[in-house]
């Protein structure tokens, strides 16, 4: 089986090579030496490794560029919210679809779930996590320990809201990849959606 070099298993765990040094020197994991003198990690050791440093994560995401001010609320409330209950906590945040399961802070947050380094996920609500899919994230969630917390749970929005923003998003994601993400036509079509989904309410 092949071992992973202390880069890979940084990378792997989402921390610094001097952070794995130091987890080493505590005890908290075990490396083999190469013949050189190099530190070697079998994947499972890190995997299965609980170590004292788990946190709570908080998410917060928008779909668009449009949106930053309402970003910068999740944020305010997610902080407080931590801190309110005296977390050691860190927020990642993303700024793109949530049909796009690529975005760089999920896949973060995902490898930290995975290594066991996430005690809790705070949401403000459960859409900002993924338009489609979050179930399986907090499967995910169950599976490694780590409890999920959704602080606007009480506020959901109605089934007809839902299902207004699930078709605009999707046209917004085709829209975009159809005419440019920065085109007027494209501009166009997505304040036409929001409006005629204004209209609905």
Same mark, same amino acid.
């Given at each position: 089986?092949?071992?992973?070099?202390?880069?890979?298993?940084?990378?792997?765990?989402?921390?610094?090579?001097?952070?794995?040094?130091?987890?080493?020197?505590?005890?908290q994991i075990k490396s083999?030496?190469?013949?050189?003198?190099?530190?070697?990690?079998?994947?499972?050791?890190?995997?299965?490794?609980?170590?004292?440093?788990?946190?709570?994560?908080?998410?917060?995401?928008?779909?668009?560029? $449009?949106?930053?001010?309402?970003?910068?609320?999740?944020?305010?409330?997610?902080?407080?919210?931590c801190a309110k209950h005296?977390?050691?906590?860190?927020?990642?945040?993303?700024?793109?679809?949530?049909?796009?399961?690529?975005?760089?802070?999920?896949?973060?947050?995902?490898?930290?779930?995975?290594?066991?380094?996430?005690?809790?996920?705070?949401?403000?609500?459960? $859409?900002?996590?993924?338009?489609?899919?979050?179930?399986?994230?907090?499967?995910?969630?169950?599976?490694?320990?780590?409890?999920?917390?959704?602080?606007?749970?009480?506020? $959901?929005?109605?089934?007809?809201?839902?299902?207004?923003? $699930?078709?605009?998003?999707?046209?917004?994601?085709?829209?975009?990849?159809?005419?440019?993400?920065?085109?007027?036509?494209?501009?166009?079509?997505?304040?036409?959606?929001?409006?005629?989904?204004?209209?609905?309410?």
């Open positions: 089986m092949s071992k992973l070099t202390i880069q890979q298993a940084a990378d792997l765990l989402g921390v610094t090579p001097k952070t794995l040094r130091e987890w080493e020197r505590t005890g083999e030496r190469t013949a050189g003198g190099h530190r070697r990690y079998e994947v499972s050791s890190l995997v299965g490794n609980k170590n004292a440093s788990t946190l709570t994560v908080a998410y917060a995401r928008v779909s668009s560029h $449009d949106q930053k001010e309402d970003l910068k609320r999740q944020k305010i409330v997610l902080e407080a919210y005296g977390w050691s906590y860190e927020i990642i945040s993303d700024l793109g679809s949530g049909l796009n399961y690529r975005k760089k802070g999920l896949i973060r947050l995902i490898k930290l779930i995975t290594t066991y380094q996430v005690e809790r996920l705070v949401l403000c609500h459960k $859409d900002r996590l993924l338009r489609f899919g979050s179930e399986l994230i907090f499967s995910l969630c169950q599976q490694f320990g780590c409890e999920v917390i959704i602080i606007n749970r009480s506020e $959901d929005s109605t089934f007809e809201e839902d299902l207004a923003a $699930d078709v605009i998003e999707i046209i917004t994601v085709f829209s975009a990849r159809l005419y440019g993400s920065h085109s007027h036509k494209n501009k166009q079509i997505v304040q036409q959606l929001r409006e005629v989904a204004d209209s609905l309410k």
